[in-house]
């Protein structure tokens, strides 16, 4: 089977403060659900209270991140599923439950992993 990454970035989020409880149940019961169903890889929030961080070959640690990823924020599932359109519909799931899109992206296949 193929791993999945179901993302959206902070800023899609547009839910008012007294929506947000029910947006988090919601969200909580969409990836219950796929621990039932047995496709939950991982998941959880870029904590954007700590700055990333870019690490060198040699070791050397910057406070800096790729221009293209300064703005990686937001939420993030991984699934085990039969089909891409099977993510698609796992996709739908939890946009629903956020109440913003989903980015779906496709992990490449590694034999050691």
Known sequence: M???????????????????????????????EAKDAGVYVFGGGINEDVAPRMVAADGAVTNETYPQTREFNGGFCVLELPSREA???????????????????EFGYDPES
């Open 2 to 32: 193929t791993k999945y990454l179901i993302s959206f970035p902070a800023s899609a989020m547009d839910i008012s403060e007294e929506d947000m409880p029910a947006v988090g149940e919601a969200a909580r019961a969409a990836i219950r």
């Open 87 to 105: 993510a698609v519909q796992w996709a739908a799931k939890i946009a629903k439950a956020c109440r913003c899109s989903q980015e779906l992206r």
